[in-house]
């Protein structure tokens, strides 16, 4: 370890330290994270489709069909997230449990789950959209941005 006065010791030791630290720190295995985020990604994406085949079964065409799986999948992914399981499922597959649909319900859900003791109104409502607050504030601006120029131009 280097030894000096004032600044420049500091400096020094600084990136000492973060020489040692980067020696000692284990390495990520992002072969084993890719295949498990694809994997669990891709039974999330197979759970959809296997619903939406329910619902075409039922008579819906593919376009109807669209709505109501949303909408299980949602529940289902809010579901476990209440329960616990759909954290689990994060914390093993990362960015494959982070499925737009299912992300999202889980982002709404697992904020709302942290605070409820604090009540439903100042605990579950006030912190229910942290993280996708500004998500649908902005997803709405951009779709009505786009429709005012799809009506201006059509």
Known sequence: MPVSDGRQ?????????QDRYNQVKPKPPILKNALWAFVVGGLIC?????????FIGLGLSQKE???????VLIFLA???TGLGIYDELGRKAGAGSIVPITGFANSIVAPAMEYK???????VGAKMFTIAGPVIVYGLLTAVVVGLIYWAFH
């Open 9 to 17: 010791g500091q400096q020094e030791f600084q990136k000492w330290y």
């Open 46 to 54: 197979t759970l959809g489709q296997v619903i939406q085949t329910y």
């Open 65 to 71: 069909a669209a709505g109501p799986t949303s909408a």
């Open 78 to 80: 809010a579901l476990f």
């Open 117 to 123: 003791r604090e009540g439903y109104v100042f605990g």
